[in-house]
């Protein structure tokens, strides 16, 4: 595909602007089941997405495959498509930025390693996992799964972009067993090197983890102290992350339209929007629309300092964008997503949150998001598993109990924040966090 050509013709043709954003992806996926390799595949995903600007308004067309031969065609389909809108939004295809800033990236040996040398490591971890310990009665995936994507930007205001990244991770879900009860858990890790497996750590983790959750009780219904686990507090926190998309706010989908530079959290938080973090998940130099990242404190000790904004809905609040338009797919409109997106470490360890606590819960695992969590309100009524707490120390596995409230009053009165944060899966990340009181319902 010759670009140069495509942006010449798009001038002939009449149109005011014009842009190719091209999107790569590849994936490899193996999985290992009892020694054996269960699934193995390996997909190539190529997207172009053109949009153009003609008489005031917007045309789109997407393609999987582009031949220079299409131009007149896909012109064409463009203005057609432009000419049947009739919304008055503001429409602009972005200039360059003056400059762009560097990434921080190991390099990821994984993509120049044997497919071979992968499997041996999965069958090593799955078998180490399973003589563990006796109770591990199954281990039901062990996945090793590896992408690479490459984005680019050109368009007739002289942007011309591109970069790539990639991403490694290890997955293992095990079933434990003990008598009539069982349980499973799963633990994952992002890698970019074969040695930095450290597989009996791994194991160890997980089967303590799985085991941990065996002979589960429930308790009594009343308030207790909350010590909301860092993996379950990612996933709360995630699940909430729209509220900072201005957009939301502008229309007043977000609680917290109308709140910048007031006090929303407890002092002791601290919210990062960091797409410049060193390997991390999400971290891009310039997001879809072109626009250069920067690190930024979306909460400042409790108080809101910006919203999270593409060109749209800087343009409706009278702001910048922050540089995170993106989209979900290379045929998705330009939305608002966080990057790497978490809440800053504390000064206590896990151990020592736990021992302050004279009866308590510990939240390791909430259920039922999409139903039990209102994105709006914050309003929450979640299922959740976990542990409680006696004089500091951990009493007995719990499940089968409701913890409920109100996301931005809880997280007004919190006792102590960890420093345990690890980034999630979808690139979100909070420490444990130890709140005042949360309602439980038991038994």
Avoid at 17 to 33: D, G, K, L
Avoid at 136 to 164: F, H, P, W
Avoid at 202 to 231: Q, R
């Amino acid at each position: 595909m010759n670009k140069q050509l495509w942006m010449d013709a798009a001038k002939k043709a009449g149109l005011e602007q014009f842009e190719i954003y091209e999107q790569r992806h590849t994936s490899t996926s193996i999985n290992v089941y009892e020694q054996k390799v269960d699934s193995f595949s390996i997909s190539d995903c190529d997207g172009i997405a053109m949009r153009g600007i003609y008489q005031g308004k917007m045309g789109n067309c997407f393609l999987e495959e582009v031949d220079d031969a299409q131009i007149d065609d896909v012109l064409d389909q463009i203005k057609q498509n432009a000419s049947i809108i009739t919304a008055e939004d503001k429409v602009m295809i972005l200039a360059p930025a003056e400059s762009y800033p560097t990434i921080q990236k190991h390099k990821n040996t994984l993509l120049e390693t044997e497919n071979s040398l992968k499997i041996q490591k999965l069958k090593e971890l799955e078998e180490t996992v399973k003589q563990m310990d006796s109770r591990i009665a199954q281990v039901m995936t062990t996945t090793y799964e590896e992408s690479v994507a490459v984005r680019s930007i050109v368009n007739t205001k002289g942007m011309d972009l591109c970069d790539s990244d990639s991403c490694s991770i290890v997955y293992v879900e095990v079933l434990a067993k003990d008598g009539e009860d069982t349980k499973s858990a799963f633990d994952w890790l992002y890698i970019k090197d074969l040695e930095a497996l450290d597989i009996p750590a791994f194991a160890h983790k997980l089967c303590d983890k799985v085991i941990n959750k065996l002979h589960a009780d429930t308790i009594e219904s009343g308030n207790y102290p909350l010590l909301m686990e860092k993996s379950a507090m990612t996933s709360l926190f995630s699940a909430l992350a729209g509220l900072f998309d201005g957009e939301n706010a502008f229309k007043g989908i977000s609680i917290l339209k109308d709140k910048l530079n007031e006090a929303i959290f407890d002092a002791k938080i601290s919210v990062i929007d960091d797409p410049l973090m060193e390997d991390g998940i999400n971290s891009a130099s310039f997001d879809d629309e072109g626009t250069a990242c920067y690190t930024k404190t979306v909460v400042d000790k409790g108080i809101l300092k910006t919203y999270l904004h593409n060109s749209k809905s800087a343009e409706l609040m009278q702001t910048t964008s922050t540089g995170n338009g993106f989209k979900g797919g290379y045929g998705g409109p330009v939305g608002i997503s966080p990057t790497n997106f978490y809440i800053k470490n504390g000064m206590a360890s896990y151990e020592e949150m736990i021992k302050t606590m004279k009866k308590g819960v510990i939240v390791t695992n909430l259920n039922g998001l999409h139903a039990g969590l209102n994105p709006v309100s914050t309003e929450f009524s979640l299922q959740s598993e976990g542990f409680y707490v006696e004089d500091g120390v951990i009493v007995k596995p719990i499940n089968l109990f409701t913890i409920s409230g109100n996301f931005l009053d809880m997280m007004k009165h919190i006792k102590m924040v960890g420093n345990d944060c690890k980034m999630g899966m979808s690139g979100v990340g909070t420490p444990s966090i130890l709140f005042e009181t949360i309602a439980v319902s038991g038994k």
